[in-house]
């Protein structure tokens, strides 16, 4: 069985800044992957970035990155250089060894993200 | 960019009606879920779907629930009696086979 955890149920940033939301993990998969999504208002589920647990380097797309540390079972997200539009709830979530069927996310409860002028 | 649809957007039902909430999944994946979030909730994982059969199930699928790929596009939830509970927006994601992507969502409301 899975689990995340997101201690930080609300966070302030100011435009322009950079924000780490965090995220740890529990699992006894060797072999799993870790994902965050945006929510925003509109309530749609927006896929922000993936890291495998054998993959080496952090996982970046754009301004967002993923700081992985597997001995510490943290996957933190770092957004460089807030926007407004980033005001969102944001979710970590996991699957665990994909065994060649589909394999389910476990979700944290959010963290919601108010970039601030 | 491919993206996962679905309709509706909105359904509004009354206790003991079947709904049936439908999905297009991103064309070249073959990997299928639901997922429910009851408002101000987490996301909960459903239902899995690969090879026209189910992979996995939460202890939320109940036998009230149910899927189905009719065809080479579509992927449905059916709810043959809903509940007050069952109120909550419902997502369907694809994959192929790691990256998650999800839908818009349905919002559901039970009267």
């Known amino acids: 069985a899975q689990k995340i955890t997101q201690t930080q149920p609300g966070m302030f940033v100011q435009e322009k800044e950079a924000v780490t939301l965090d995220c740890t993990y529990d699992?006894?998969?060797?072999?799993?992957?870790l994902f965050w999504y945006k929510q925003p208002s509109s309530g749609e589920m927006i896929f922000l970035i993936y890291?495998?647990?054998?993959?080496?380097q952090n996982a970046t797309e754009g301004r967002y990155s993923l700081n992985f540390q597997k001995a510490r079972k943290s996957a933190n997200l770092v957004i460089s250089a807030s926007q407004l539009g980033d005001s969102a709830m944001y979710f970590c979530?996991?699957?665990?060894?994909?065994?060649?069927?589909?394999?389910?996310?476990?979700f944290g409860t959010g963290t919601r993200l108010q970039v601030t002028l | 960019e491919p993206e996962v649809t679905q309709t509706p957007s909105h359904q509004v039902t009354q206790m003991g009606q079947e709904v049936i909430l439908r999905c297009v999944p991103i064309s070249n994946h073959l990997y299928f879920y639901w997922y429910r979030q009851i408002l101000g909730q987490k996301v909960e994982f459903l239902v899995s779907?690969?090879?026209?059969?189910?992979?996995?199930k939460s202890e939320i699928f109940d036998d009230q629930f149910s899927v189905e790929r009719p065809d080479g596009s579509n992927f449905t939830l059916k709810i043959r009696s809903t509940k007050l509970e069952d109120s909550a927006m419902y997502f369907c994601?694809?994959?192929?086979?790691?990256?998650?992507?999800f839908g818009p969502g349905t919002r559901l409301t039970v009267t």
């Open positions: 994601a694809s994959s192929d086979p790691y990256e998650q992507y």
């Open positions: 699992t006894s998969d060797q072999s799993y992957g």
């Open positions: 779907f690969y090879n026209n059969e189910i992979s996995e």
């Open positions: 979530a996991m699957r665990g060894t994909f065994t060649g069927t589909a394999s389910k996310l476990t």
């Open positions: 890291q495998g647990s054998y993959d080496e």
